[in-house]
């Protein structure tokens, strides 16, 4: 089964960047659509960028469209989201998902 590891957030000031990472290990995900989902305190666990297989075709949250990137690198075994202009609604811990797998997240802080 495949395993994810989260990597790269953070606290970070409204208006700034960051680049989280998830690290794929156990089988090659080059085959399969890879997600990211985020959760914020007291909501829903809610979807927020996909990318197919091949990188071909991705998919974004309304709310974060124009701001988040996601690619992926097969080579490598990884998948990465790009997030600019970060607002403090960004703030949660996010989720990197494939295959009904989860990661353990990585905690995104965005102050105002």
């Known amino acids: 089964q495949v395993q994810l590891v989260e990597s790269g957030g953070g606290l970070v000031q409204a208006g700034g960047s960051l680049r989280l990472s998830c690290a794929a290990s156990?089988?090659?995900?080059?085959?399969?659509?890879m997600n990211w989902y985020r959760q914020a305190p007291r909501k829903e666990r809610e979807f927020v960028a996909g990318i197919s297989w091949s990188g071909g075709s991705t998919s974004y949250a309304d709310s974060v469209k124009g701001r988040f990137t996601i690619s992926r690198d097969n080579a490598k075994n990884t998948v990465s989201l790009q997030m600019n202009s970060l607002k403090p609604e960004d703030t949660a811990i996010y989720y990197c998902?494939?295959?009904?797998?989860w990661g353990q997240g990585t905690q995104v802080t965005v102050s105002s």
């Open positions: 998902n494939t295959a009904g797998r």
């Open positions: 156990g089988r090659s995900v080059s085959t399969l659509n």
